[in-house]
């Protein structure tokens, strides 16, 4: 499974992005797909994620409302549309996968998820 990051960059404040990851070795179905971020001096923590079996999203408190997760399935790719960039979104963005457990909820530890991509940095100055 690789799962390969684009997309991030410099932008003002209040400004957008969209991250891109391509996903190999395994199609969405019964895989949670999500995004982590890892500011400096920070632990890697949780943004969003989707679930295929029930269909839904999860987002952070932090980023509800300004980012919105997406895929298109055709093309293997999960999308990270960020709005209304602050300087505290200034990260290292993770992509990551993993098999659903319908049971559950989708989940937002970083011990849940199985396959990591190698990190794409946002920065956003003030």
């Known amino acids: 499974v690789q799962l390969q990051a684009s997309g991030g960059g410099l932008v003002q404040a209040g400004g957008s992005l969209r991250l891109s990851c391509a996903a190999s070795g395994h199609t969405f179905r019964n895989y949670h797909m999500g995004w982590f971020r890892q500011a400096p001096g920070k632990e890697r923590e949780f943004v969003a994620a989707?679930?295929?079996?029930?269909?839904?999203?999860r987002y952070a408190d932090s980023v509800k409302g300004r980012f919105t997760i997406s895929e298109d399935n055709a093309k293997n790719t999960v999308y990270l549309q960020m709005d209304s960039l602050k300087p505290e979104d200034t990260a290292v963005y993770y992509c990551?996968?993993?098999?659903?457990?319908?049971?559950?909820?989708?989940?937002?530890?970083?011990?849940?998820?199985?396959?990591w991509g190698q990190g794409t940095l946002v920065t956003v100055s003030s």
């Open positions: 990551t996968s993993t098999r659903e457990n319908s049971m559950r909820p989708i989940p937002t530890n970083i011990y849940d998820y199985t396959n």
């Open positions: 989707t679930r295929q079996t029930r269909p839904g999203v």
